[in-house]
């Protein structure tokens, strides 16, 4: 799903290769204090985030018997098919809420793409070449870069990171786009970048006590050659990440947690829609080499925990010619929308922040109500939903029928989260099943709804509403968002997108729910076990 700032990456390598800036040394010391200093008597925690993994993919590969790394591991383990992903479905907002353990009224990354009432700018970490390019590389850079894990991650929730380093423990992040911690790090950049923009040439960030990101922090420079060239997306690769962990488990240096991304097969699915197999297949490659790392699938399992999960799922998107876009700045033609690149002025009336399958809609001007953009958006049949805010009350209008919920929390319905809410009006809205008499209330198409939905409403501050499209669409702002027309697409908080599996072997501790938020508190468990 990055259709995110890996597609940055690329452009700074490039500048690279023209300058002739290479390292030969590490500039860190991270190989040297990563080795855990228990002595090797507890079991190691390898956390590894598979972009847009899917459990359909996992049961047909299985099932054709080419998966068989992934079999292993599932038949000495926990399989599960239903974690809840975080919402947007977008990685850097998934990320969050895995290492901080808050949705994202409490973590506050929006979205890949945001607009920020306090700067009055539209946030972007970078969705796509074009969108860059207009919206300006040294904005883009200077969010993705800086500000992601400087400032907009909310300072005051501690990551599993910063937990781990208070308990004396080790971590590590390889590729992670969210990675705050305790311990000092340098993101260094070439002389093409920061020189003709506000970019320095180093980059002053914390981590976790082992810090790789592609090209911009590889400790493992003049130690170990590692796919990072050109072609390579700066080292933000499958192939980078798993041999970076394979040195790691021969050279006896792994931490006691290490978080690995691997990007690939969002990638692909992106392009080709969500039923493809090659990508998992090569996952399932790579995955067994990690394990003969080890010298075996079975020492692996004995020295390590290794928990596998994807971040979100995707729905197709239909081919171009059924029309699958949805150009919400064409819905608002009477109004003043934000181009990308321009700055908000006092004539601007609405911003767009897509992030693919849902989007931010903002109002600037007071004589146009939240629910006056409400009823202009769900006249679009392709819409599925759109959401709001008033005080303590969210409403949600259902696109082409126009049936209306409103809900809030507190109440005398209980979900199975243990969250208690007060509902009113159609159910069906968000496919809630409410038992009056039982005082519980059910999820099935979105699942976690109103802890999810209501977590996005409250991000961040300024006048919004939340717009989702119904499974086989997805949004856009004019040409420059990207698009997948016959592909796969996500952002949504229909289950499709938000249930994503969950492999879980060499414990048999299991987490108490089932939602990618609940994740730190079971591993910082398993960790002080």
């Not at 080292?235 to 947690?257: C, M, R, S, W």
Request: proline share 5%.
């Amino acid at each position: 799903m990055r259709k995110k700032w890996i597609w940055i990456l690329p452009l700074i390598f490039i500048l690279i290769i023209a300058t002739g800036c290479q390292n030969s040394k590490p500039k860190e010391q991270d190989l040297l204090r990563i080795k855990s200093a228990d002595g090797g008597k507890t079991k190691k925690v390898i956390f590894l985030m598979v972009d847009s993994l899917m459990y359909q993919a996992i049961d047909q590969g299985i099932r054709k018997q080419e998966l068989p790394a992934l079999k292993f591991l599932i038949e000495h383990g926990q399989y599960y098919k239903d974690l809840v992903s975080s919402f947007p479905t977008m990685s850097v907002t998934i990320d969050s809420s895995l290492l901080t353990g808050a949705y994202t009224d409490i973590h506050r990354v929006p979205g890949l793409t945001w607009y920020s009432a306090d700067t009055k700018k539209l946030i972007s970490y970078g969705s796509g070449p074009m969108e860059v390019l207009l919206h300006g590389v040294n904005p883009v850079l200077t969010d993705a870069l800086i500000h992601l894990n400087g400032s907009h991650l909310n300072r005051k929730i501690p990551t599993i990171y910063e937990d781990l380093a208070r308990k004396g423990l080790k971590s590590g992040s390889i590729n992670g786009l969210i990675y705050r911690g305790a311990s000092a790090h340098k993101l260094s950049l070439p002389f093409l970048i920061h020189g003709p923009t506000s970019l320095p040439k180093e980059i002053h960030v914390k981590g976790p006590d082992f810090l790789s990101l592609g090209s911009l922090s590889n400790p493992f420079q003049g130690v170990k050659k590692l796919p990072d060239g050109l072609t390579k997306r700066m080292g933000i690769n499958n192939d980078f990440a798993i041999e970076a962990v394979k040195y790691l488990i021969q050279t006896d240096k792994l931490p006691d947690f290490l978080f690995v991304y691997l990007p690939e097969l969002d990638q692909e699915l992106h392009k080709k829609g969500p039923t493809g197999l090659r990508g998992v297949k090569m996952f399932d490659q790579q995955l067994q080499s990690l394990l003969l790392a080890f010298e075996s699938p079975e020492k692996a399992l004995h020295d390590a925990v290794i928990i596998i999960a994807g971040d979100s799922g995707m729905t197709p998107i239909l081919p171009a010619e059924q029309n699958p876009v949805i150009d919400l700045s064409a819905l608002f033609s009477d109004a003043k929308v934000l181009r990308p690149g321009e700055a908000v002025t006092k004539e601007t009336e609405i911003i767009l922040a897509i992030n693919e399958t849902m989007a931010y809609v903002y109002s600037l001007k007071a004589d146009r109500s939240l629910r006056d953009v409400a009823d202009l958006l769900k006249n679009d049949a392709r819409i599925d939903f759109v959401a709001w805010k008033e005080k303590e009350w969210i409403h949600a209008i259902q696109g082409s029928t126009g049936k209306q919920l409103k809900y809030k929390a507190g109440g005398n319905l209980t979900d199975s989260y243990k969250q208690s809410w007060t509902v009113e009006q159609d159910e069906a809205v968000l496919d809630l099943t409410v038992k009056a008499s039982a005082h519980s209330l059910a999820y099935d198409q979105y699942p976690d709804a109103l802890k999810r939905l209501s977590g996005a409403l409250h991000s961040h501050p300024g006048e919004f509403l939340i717009v989702t499209a119904k499974p086989g669409y997805e949004l856009a702002a004019g040409n420059s968002s990207p698009t997948h027309k016959g592909g796969g697409g996500h952002g949504s908080i229909r289950k499709m997108e938000s249930l994503v599996p969950l492999i879980i072997s060499g414990t048999d501790q299991k987490p108490e729910f089932l939602r990618m938020v609940d994740l730190k508190a079971y591993l910082l468990n398993l960790l002080s076990k």
